[in-house]
């Protein structure tokens, strides 16, 4: 498992949104990117992380805010998703990138990347399981033994 991300720079990235879909369904049933994270893992160390959220443009129900803890009013004054995925680009950039739920996330990045102009990595799935339980029950804040 060490050598999984001893040698390597890696960036879990991670996406709230206010719904499960984007792209195929008319306007006002298209979900929104909310929230972008990614934490930076470099040689096995825990290192800078990303987090902004974002100005959706759209009610967010109740179902959604109790489930993230993210409003309107929490957004209120957010960057717009362009400059986030750019950022999250730059911050991205030369890294691998990892989500738990893969799928669902490079969904959103992949519509609203193209949406914007803004190419970005997609998350891989494979071995994050593993990642998180080193990161989590082994040393991956003081680094890979």
Known sequence: MKDLIKNKNIVIVDVETSGLWCGEYEDEKIARIL???????ENGVIGESFSSLVACGKYINKFV???????????????????VLTHLKDFTNGYEVYARNSEFVNKFLSYYGNKNGIQIDLAKEKDYNEISKFLRYGNGRDGVD
């Open 35 to 41: 929230r972008v994270d990614a934490t930076k893992i």
């Open 65 to 83: 805010r109790d489930l993230t803890g993210i409003s309107n009013k929490t957004l209120k004054g957010a960057p717009r998703l362009k400059t």
